[in-house]
């Protein structure tokens, strides 16, 4: 079976990984238009706000006889960039010019070379915070770039939700765009059996549905994976009256300017935005809660949840072995927390599937088995005859006490033992999710997991921002000579500034 192991470098000049342009209709400044094609009305997706504030800045860089040498190489390189579409220029001249004096001996250095346009290009790529990526609407991709091999996979978890709420259409398109390598998003079953997008069994928190006077009487209290749960469940709703609830952000330390603009999308739905992206981008769905869904929804064919999930799949092509040549061409990962319903769909399709692992004290929903269970070495050389991977909570592998990690299990290596994939969840930018050690920098989080824990693919709430670090430290092949040039000036920069 094959495996990713910890990274290692680069292999395959046919992989690529590049930023994508959101898939569906884009006004030319970068917003997400939706389903009859108006522009929702707020500010932040795409490039937007900077476009706004390109024009000021564009007029600055306009007047190079005010500059010194290293200026004027700034303000050709920003032309070049303008003509070109660039949508990233805030904050670019301030900085560059913050570091004028390192610019000046780069000019004097490079010009012995003749590789003036080529220095300040990656120097400028170090010093502002996103790349310069052309607008939206410039972009074209006459063929699918395949999906990157090369490296661990980034997996937007429910999308891009740190930025806009979960699940939704608006926060996988922002994902796509940003770079992800698969959108993942959790399954569940409406009242009359419709497969849809959401993560909890219960509409209370991540909708307007106690707000709605008409559902009042919906509220229930049923068991779910061993606990009593109280709320409006997603199985006493018909499809039609769920695409009438309203979603907001989960987090309230999180953007919420989006709350209440998107509705939640079925299952074909989401498999419709990958398929229409402009580069193969794989899905990452889940088998939600089977035993609940499984116990309260029936369909009149008599098939269970798992069979309806899995017909879903047939029906717009995903099957195939991992790395096989139609698994490449329409990547996927099935995941569940349910080993028998892992079991079940094995023998409905040999399509990857990644066994997900709670905390600690949470037992398996269906097998009713403890965290030490299905972590033994008899355990996973069992569940390796089903699953390509492992999907743990983080804080498993390596746990924390008082917010700084302890030393790392030894799950990762049991696992690789085993030709077991490891795709830990969920990795998360801001400071109340990061463990004092990384100091609050997501991008020292990402290389201890990545480089000194060696997983394969990390479940992220920032998609954007794992592609930003992928890129600088383990660029496609082609990118590799030019990447260890940018390290060495990013290098000579913080020896410049003293950090």
Request: hydrophobic share 35%; with cysteine.
């Amino acid at each position: 079976m094959a495996q990713i192991s910890s990274w290692r470098p680069p292999r395959s000049s046919s992989d690529t990984q590049t930023a994508d342009q959101p898939v569906g209709k884009l006004d030319p400044m970068g917003d997400v238009r939706g389903a009859e094609g108006a522009p929702d009305q707020h500010k932040g997706i795409g490039l937007s706000k900077d476009i706004q504030q390109q024009g000021k800045m564009v007029e600055e860089v306009k007047k190079p006889d005010q500059f010194g040498p290293a200026r004027r190489a700034t303000h050709h390189l920003l032309a070049g960039v303008e003509r070109q579409g660039g949508g990233r220029l805030v904050g670019v001249l301030q900085r560059a010019r913050r570091h004028e004096k390192l610019l000046s001996y780069i000019v004097l250095l490079s010009s012995l070379a003749g590789h003036i346009p080529f220095l300040l290009l990656l120097l400028l790529h170090v010093v502002i915070a996103r790349p310069l990526f052309p607008l939206p609407s410039k972009a074209s991709n006459e063929e699918k770039k395949p999906i990157q091999t090369f490296r661990p996979y980034n997996i937007a978890h429910r999308g891009s939700n740190g930025e806009i709420p979960e699940e939704t259409t608006a926060a996988y398109l922002r994902a796509i765009k940003e770079g992800a390598d698969f959108i993942e998003t959790d399954i569940l079953a409406s009242k009359d059996g419709a497969l849809i997008c959401f993560h909890d069994v219960t509409l209370d928190e991540m909708t307007d549905v106690s707000s709605r006077k008409e559902f009042a009487n919906r509220r229930r209290t049923y068991e779910v994976e061993w606990l009593n749960v109280t709320g409006w469940f997603v199985v006493d709703f018909t499809l039609e009256e769920l695409k009438t609830l309203k979603l907001k952000q989960r987090y309230p330390f999180r953007d919420q300017q989006y709350n209440g603009k998107y509705s939640i999308i079925t299952f074909e739905e989401f498999i419709s935005i990958a398929l229409d992206a402009s580069r193969t981008v794989g899905i990452y769905p889940e088998i939600k809660d089977p035993v609940h869904i499984n116990k309260h929804v029936k369909w009149a064919d008599g098939k269970t949840f798992e069979d309806k999930f899995v017909d879903t799949l047939l029906k717009y092509g995903y099957r195939g072995q991992y790395m096989s040549e139609n698994w490449l061409k329409q990547p996927l990962f099935i995941q569940s927390f349910a080993p028998t319903s892992l079991v079940h769909v094995s023998k409905l399709t040999d399509s990857p599937k990644i066994f997900l692992i709670d905390d600690f004290t949470v037992r398996t929903q269906d097998t009713n088995q403890s965290y030490w269970e299905i972590t033994s070495d008899d355990y996973l050389a069992y569940i390796s005859n089903y699953v390509v991977g492992l999907g743990p909570w983080k804080d498993t592998i390596v746990p924390a006490v008082n917010n700084y990690l302890m030393a790392p299990s030894d799950l990762v290596a049991r696992a690789h033992a085993h030709n077991l994939q490891v795709h830990p969840y969920t990795y998360r930018n801001e400071n109340q999710f990061l463990h004092f050690n990384f100091h609050q920098d997501p991008y020292a989080e990402y290389d201890f997991w990545i480089n000194t824990v060696g997983v394969d693919g990390l479940f992220t709430d920032f998609a954007g921002s794992v592609h930003q670090y992928q890129e600088l430290i383990s660029p496609h092949p082609k990118d590799a000579t030019a990447n260890n040039l940018l390290v060495k000036i990013a290098q000579m920069i913080a020896a410049y500034e003293g950090l």
